[in-house]
């Protein structure tokens, strides 16, 4: 399976971001799906996750409140709302799945968010 992130862009501090992440080829409705972000200097961290089946979420103490994860199963499309976005956030976010009882793996490419001040 392939993972496209995309929507990414430049926002000044207290706008919105939606980012996609959208599956191509054969997908596993057991995945769970992640968002991850690196910032320059810094090592990637987990930002929110959710489950292909249920639905289930689960959000980052730094940005929860603030972001929100979902999916639309008709396009195989995991969306993360991003909202009052502040510079801290910048980022490359990336997008992964993780097999039960498996890692994250299968990274996208990544979408860069810069939130100027």
């Known amino acids: 399976v392939q993972l496209q992130a995309s929507g990414g862009g430049l926002v000044q501090a207290g706008g919105s971001l939606r980012l996609s992440c959208a599956a191509s080829?054969?997908?596993?409705?057991?995945?769970?799906m992640g968002w991850f972000r690196q910032a320059p200097g810094k090592e990637r961290e987990f930002v929110a996750s959710?489950?292909?089946?249920?639905?289930?979420?689960y959000l980052a103490d730094s940005v929860k409140g603030q972001f929100s994860i979902s999916r639309d199963k008709a396009r195989n499309t995991v969306y993360l709302q991003m909202n009052s976005l502040k510079p801290e956030d910048t980022a490359t976010y990336y997008c992964?799945?993780?097999?039960?009882?498996?890692?994250?793996?299968?990274w996208g490419q990544g979408t860069l968010v810069t939130v100027s001040s």
């Open positions: 992964a799945r993780r097999p039960p009882g498996g890692n994250f793996g299968s």
């Open positions: 959710i489950t292909w089946t249920g639905g289930s979420t």
């Open positions: 080829g054969r997908t596993f409705p057991t995945y769970t």
